[in-house]
């Protein structure tokens, strides 16, 4: 099959911008799903340190005790597990990964349709793809819930834009 050089552009445009739209959702999930963890860790460790606290002062040393050592388990996992600094890099890596596709729609959409100088636009998808192997290289790794989540959002329609569905040629 002969395509037009520009045409091939734009696949492969298409390409790494879905690499990106999947690694993006991706992280924005794992993000989400951190943040869960550290509220379902921290609440609990927050309410039975406080708890504690009060009963210090009263005759129940049991309760007390259990309460401290609950309170030190979970602060034990928050410390080990570090749900919040690893939703941050998961939301920083989704950002990164959303400012690519949003380059790269411009760029298919846009670059593409109004420049004829095809080194140019060449180039152009050269770095945005090496953007997407460095981003790739660097970014936490996607845990297995947060990629199935997003492979069922994606394919439900949740990443669409809904200008893509009017008939703008009116």
Known sequence: MNRE???LLKIESLR???DA????????????????????LGLPAAICAAIAGGTALG?????TS????????LAGAMTFLKPSEKAAQHKSAASRYHSLRNN??????IDIATNDNFELLKDKL?????TLNELNEVC?????PAYEKTKKDINSGHANYHVNEVNHDS
């Open 5 to 7: 050089p520009k045409a």
């Open 16 to 18: 790494i911008e879905e």
């Open 21 to 40: 739209l999947h690694s993006m959702k991706g992280h924005y999930n794992a993000a989400e799903s951190q943040n869960k963890l550290h509220l379902t």
């Open 59 to 63: 005759e129940h040393e049991a309760l």
């Open 66 to 73: 259990s309460l401290a050592f609950l309170t030190a388990i």
């Open 104 to 109: 790269l729609r411009r760029f298919y959409e």
């Open 126 to 130: 050269d770095k945005f793809a090496e």
């Open 140 to 144: 936490p790794p996607i845990p297995r």
